[in-house]
């Protein structure tokens, strides 16, 4: 029953993913404000924080920043609840993140790699496919300031949009949020001509002792492995299928007898439980059918 409730708490993290880190490392991390819009035929927009963590093993990761910025709160609510002996629904406490992939970069080449958590029986299990990705970066003498920075406009097309950067040679990294990379600066400003997707950078600091992973992923083990690599239209595949069903690897390993029984400190069964995660993955999942690559829409619909 121990290792039974480690694996559901374990899913209210899935929707982050990671890799699998052998030494510590440091890191620039750059904050993006992400203003976007979730739903195609809506005029709401929403807004999350995101990361692109540069570190001195010549790779980047970008990332939600949501779950990783709660680290401090879950160490105490965690150490809390070793004391007391007694589990907590931390689903309660904790802020889930509005994205769930990372993209990570490999330096000088820019290859990107973006992954994405999906549940194999009871353990989180990443995926992710790999890509070589050339902007064909149109570069302006138009300037402006962005913050703090002196920035240069560029633009570019890429996943079936338009794309206007702003990149900063006071910052030397050929990099940005998401998979942007390859401007002669790093970007402070992007941001489609419709506006669905705009990030502005807000701040950086120095991270030493840095991990791509959260502290509540690291200590329920939860960041998934090693990478399953597989072909784009495999992987959009496979992503598709969990979203429709986040449990249907779960489903045939649980008995009736497990579904019924409870969990101290826990609101409701095991099998309660499974019905309410499998709800907030697919309200995560339902809440944005915009996605930033919208030709890939278009490309599966056509297949």
């Known amino acids: 029953m121990k290792k039974l409730f480690s694996v559901f708490f374990i899913a209210l993290f899935v929707f982050s993913n990671a890799q699998d880190k052998d030494s510590k490392e440091t890191a620039n991390r750059f904050f993006y404000e992400l203003t976007f819009k979730p739903k195609k035929d809506s005029t709401k927009m929403d807004k999350v924080i995101t990361i692109l963590d540069i570190t001195d093993k010549n790779r980047s990761i970008y990332q939600d920043y949501t779950v990783i910025a ?51 029986g009871f353990t989180p299990s990443n995926i992710g496919y790999s890509e070589d990705l050339k902007f064909n970066w ?74 791509e992973f959260s502290y509540i992923e690291n200590l329920m083990q939860a960041t998934g492995g090693k990478v399953k690599e597989l072909p784009r239209d495999k992987f959009e595949k496979t992503f598709s299928d969990f979203k429709k069903d986040p449990f249907a690897s ?7 007898e497990m579904m019924s029984k409870t969990i101290p400190g826990m609101d409701g069964t095991i099998g309660d439980m499974m019905k309410k995660q499998e709800k907030q993955y697919k309200d995560f999942y339902n809440a944005n059918d915009n996605p930033i690559e919208k030709d890939q829409v278009v490309d599966k619909k056509k297949k």
Do not use: H
Not at 250 to 256: A, E, L
């Open 138 to 211: 149109n570069i302006s003498n138009e300037k402006q300031k962005i913050g703090a920075y002196n920035a240069q406009k560029a633009t570019t097309e890429f996943g079936g949009r338009k794309w206007t950067a702003w990149f900063s040679t006071d910052l030397p990294f050929q990099d940005g949020p998401y998979k942007f990379s390859g401007l002669p600066g790093l970007i402070v400003k992007i941001e489609d001509d419709e506006k669905n997707y705009s990030w502005i950078l807000q701040g950086n600091k120095k991270v030493k002792d840095y991990s």
């Open 70 to 120: 709660q680290d401090s709160i879950m160490k105490v609510e965690i150490e809390a609840m070793q004391k007391a002996g007694v589990m907590k629904d931390l689903s309660k406490t904790i802020r889930q993140p509005k994205i769930s992939a990372r993209v990570y970069k490999t330096y000088p080449s820019m290859k990107v790699q973006y992954v994405d958590k999906v549940a194999n």
């Open 250 to 256: 779960v489903r045939p390993m649980m008995t009736q």
